[in-house]
């Protein structure tokens, strides 16, 4: 497929060689049970042209960078966070860069924040659902989902395998099931522990079209018969889940997009692509669906590609307005 590169990916994975070597040091050889593909610059570049994509936001998730000692996953932290502000920095108009923070270590994370976003320039923080034994939206994490709504930022959370189901003996890699569980158990705890009831100024981002939020959201919203998740979400859990944004990632289909069209507005939902997870196969396939499915005029399905990620990183409107256009791999600068 080539096409005039338009779309903004907001979910597309990065391995920078340092970050792939402390992986292979550890002997952790995938993500869910995917094994570690192979990316670089170039061939994300022509991934992106093929595709109609013209800028990746691009994160470092599953399995994140902390293995069990604070110092080591900041140092990890760090180097995979100004590898991809060089990524932008090198290539402004195609790449931008969400954060990847050494949480459960809270003063390490909210240190990278200061840096990141400061320093580096980046465009939010990506948060894994699940940290251990804990999900987004556990006490333990208040001040770091503070200092992020304090700053307005975009946050974008991808699914793990969590602790509890990394012993389960089942047919299939955990990135299959387990990720879309994980993300759903995230946005409940993230409802009922009042998180997003006390900071309402920060944007968060659903991978894989909120995994099983759409379909589940009226059940979710049962947790406020119960009065004390009624007092910590006092405007229903409905509410709360339109106001989050989900990407298409592996969600590009009307099984997938219509039941999140009755939970939010197109307002709310950003082209994402899952790659290199993703082959290009998939990430085709997604252009594709999202060009065949009915419930999308073509004014809604470009907002949904492009406009609604404008709105949500000024930097990117701003180079936009600027007249700067995504060159394509091998173009003069």
């Known amino acids: 497929m080539s096409t005039a590169p338009h779309r903004i990916d907001t979910h597309h994975h990065i391995f920078p060689p340092k970050y792939r070597a402390a992986l292979e040091t550890r002997s ?16 994300a570049l022509g991934i992106m042209d093929r595709n109609g994509i013209a800028t990746a936001i691009t994160s470092v998730a599953a399995p994140g960078v902390h293995f069990g000692d604070d110092a080591a996953a900041r140092d990890l932290a760090r180097l995979s966070n100004e590898y991809s502000a060089d990524l932008m920095r090198d290539h402004p108009d195609r790449f931008g860069g969400f954060a990847v923070l050494p949480l459960p270590d809270v003063d390490g994370a909210l240190a990278e924040i200061e840096y990141a976003l400061d320093t580096l320039r980046m465009d939010g923080v990506v948060l894994l659902a ?45 990135a299959l099931i387990e990720f879309v569980f994980d993300t759903t158990r995230a946005v409940a705890n993230l409802i009922y522990s009042g998180t997003l009831e006390r900071h309402r100024d920060m944007k968060l981002i659903l991978s894989h079209a909120g995994g099983t939020v759409p379909f589940l959201a009226e059940r979710l919203a049962l947790g406020g018969v119960y009065p004390a998740l009624q007092e910590k979400a006092p405007q229903g859990a409905i509410a709360y889940l339109k106001r989050l944004y989900y990407d298409t990632a592996l969600s590009a289909n009307p099984y997938a997009l219509q039941s999140l069209r009755e939970l939010v507005d197109p307002s709310h939902i950003l082209f994402g692509s899952d790659t290199p997870f993703a082959p290009e196969a998939l990430v085709a396939a997604s252009v594709q669906g999202l060009e065949r499915y009915p419930g999308f005029d073509p004014a809604t399905r470009m907002r949904v590609e492009r406009d609604n990620a404008l709105a949500l990183f000024p930097r990117l409107r701003r180079a936009r307005e600027e007249g700067h256009r995504p060159r394509r791999l091998g173009e003069a600068g």
């Open 130 to 174: 699940s940290i251990g034994k804990r999900y987004l939206g556990d006490p333990a994490f208040d001040a770091v989902f503070a200092e992020l709504d304090r700053r307005k930022a975009v946050i974008f959370i991808h699914p793990t395998v969590p602790v509890t189901s990394q012993a389960l003996e089942l047919a299939m890699p955990g």
């Open 28 to 43: 952790i050889p995938d993500a869910g049970g995917v094994a570690i593909p192979a990316w670089s610059p170039a061939s």
